[in-house]
Every structure is written in C-alpha cells, then in structure tokens.
C-alpha cells in the first residue's frame, strides 16, 4: 500500500512544515548510495550531534578566509585557461570553481591548477551528484547506483585515503605536542576524524558524509551560478544599466544572486516523512505520510511575494521575516549548514569575526566572469539537461574578452 501524500506550496504552510522535528528528511532516500546516514539525511539527537561539531567548522571568521583568499585563488586557477581561450561553457566554468572551493570544505587535498587532477575530480562529483539526486533521474536508477558505486570506490582508494593518512598523521602530531592546534586544516574530515570514536563514525560513513559534502557544495552552488547569471544577462537585456550595475557592485550582483535563489533553489521540492502524528497547515498529518514541500512554489506566493513574486526583479523589497532567497536553503534543523557561505550576509552584516563582507561564494564567482567580460554566445543557446526533471542546463556557451 503506497503511503499517503501530502502536498503543500503556500509560504506559510511550506514553512511551518519544514521546521516540525516529527517529520524526517525524505527526498534522499532514493540516492542512499550516496547520502545514506549523511548530515542532511539524519534525524533525530544523531542529526543534531553531529550538526552540533561540523557547525564548529562553519563559522563566519572561518568563511571570511575561504571567500576572501581560498576562492580568489581558486578563481585565477580556473578562470585562466577560459579566459585565454576567449570563451568555455558556464557548467563547466561553475562545477570546476565550485568543487575545488568544496574539496578544501570536505578536506579533500586538491589543486586547482593542475587540469588533470581537475578534471579527475570533476568527473567523480558529478557522478556523486548524478546519484544523490536519483529521485529526480530520467535514467535506470539500478544501472546509476551501480556506476556510483564504482566510482566511489575509485574516489576511496585515490583521493579520500591519502587525504585520511596525512590527516591522522597530522593529528597525532597535535596530540603529541610537536604540532600546534592551528595548524590543523580546516575542514569537515580533520573534525570527523577526531571525533570519529565519540560519535560512532565508521569509515563507510565517513566516506559517503564527504562525498556529500563534495557533491552538494559543487552541485548545488555551480547550478546557482548558471542561474544567477542567466537571470542577469537576462535582466541586462532590458535593463542595460542594471548589467553593468552588477559588473561593477558586488553588492548589487548578490541581491541578483538571492533573487535568482528564490526563483529556482536548487531543489525545486523538499521531502518529509512524519515519524509521528502533528498538526501543519491545519489538518493532521499522521504518522508515515509524505509531505511534499514546493519550495519553488513557495518562494513565489504571491500573497507574500507580491503579484510580480513570480518574476525576477533585483530591486524587490524583501518581505518582513523572510529571507531574500526565500525558503531556497531550508528552514528549521535541516536549513542548509553553508547557506551563508553560498548567500553572504545580508545587508552588510559584520558581525561574527569577519573581517570584509561577505558577498558568498556564487556572487563572488558571478563576478569574476562578469569582470572578465562574460556573456552569453549568441551562436550556441544552453541546452536544458534531458537527464533530469529539474531545471538544469547541460551545456551553457559563454564569451570572454572585451566587450
């Protein structure tokens, strides 16, 4: 018997529900292979300790170092050999900056200017993204779970074992006194690593939390960038002013940038499983129902957003309680953990130990291609993937140079 269904997609509604601790994360049980007992996959006290030490890593002094000199460097690094060519595809350009800033989060030891090992690692997020979001997949799902499976075992043995080596060895040094504590790196492995035996990690789920980490930053925040810009050179089309507005203000570019998180968060729906019988929305909501939660839907509600919520507009007024990308990052427990590295900080905020604002990653990469002379190429429209149900591009021409 198929469990009961229930959908919502008022703002109000959509929102309460996401915050209610009775019900689980559910739309990532299809891509168990690679988010099995992973942060975002957890319910419960297990969700809430391990949040509890990987939120020791996310903090604001730490993402002040990772956008303003980790990224700058990831964005020379990646940007040169398009540049010089005149022109690349955007998907491309946005997973490559994207998962070489993720790889430093997870604690994955990557350089950014070696194109092979670039290219070596581009391939296997995209397959880990390919199978965390099997749920939304046109293709056989037994045959992607076994090509995930292979590759993660290549990933095991290459990348994330050496990364694990020079971690504990690093560690231990700490421990013994003949390494000061800063010197650890920063990232989610080194903190599981030296919580591993409080909190029961065994290295099967180690692996899969990191894959994760990998597959989401890059996934995630590489499809914000093509939609970001694509809402913009979109917007500059009419607007001439407002496009080099956003070539010149980083400021102006991320409230573009949360605009265009509003309108196509980079899931269009999030799932939840009542593990027990609660009231949202007022009816009741029994124990085993899915709810469905139309974040896209939401996001756009015009009885919050305004008639013209639907559309995209920089110069919105943002709602009184909302945030300006809406409910694209979550809410409640499960809220995004990296939300303010990919969003910045709103209104110039710089509270927390920063030391500049912090704009977020996807406007900070919007910019640099922006600044670089990026645009559209009038000879190759983007192609929709046909791979997937939800709005992603497999192929995004852009130009560089003068313009």
Known sequence: MDEPVVELTGWRDVNEALRRKEARQALYDEGA??????LLTLHGDPHRDRRRLENRLFRREVFDVWENQLLAQTLTDTLAPFRAAGRGDLIVIGYRLAMSLTAHVAGIDHNSADPEATERLYGIVKKFSEGATLVHSTRNKDEVRAEVLAVMDEFDESVLQPAIARRVALIGEVTAGTRPENELPQDVLTTLLRNQDRLDLPQEVIRREIAFY????AHSTANSLTHTLDQVWAWGADHPEDLQRARADKAFLQRCMHESL???????VAWREAVSDFEVAGRTITTGTRLVLDLKAANRD??????TGNRFDPHRQVPDGAAPWGLSFGAGTHACIGQELDGGLVDGDMSGGTTQRLYGTVAVMAHAVLEAGGRRDPEAPPVLDPASVRKHYSSYPILFGAL
């Open 262 to 268: 509003r309108l196509e968060p980079a899931s269009p």
């Open 33 to 38: 292979v690679v988010m099995g007992d992973c």
């Open 302 to 307: 015009a009885s919050v957003w305004g008639p």
């Open 214 to 217: 990998l597959q989401a930053g």
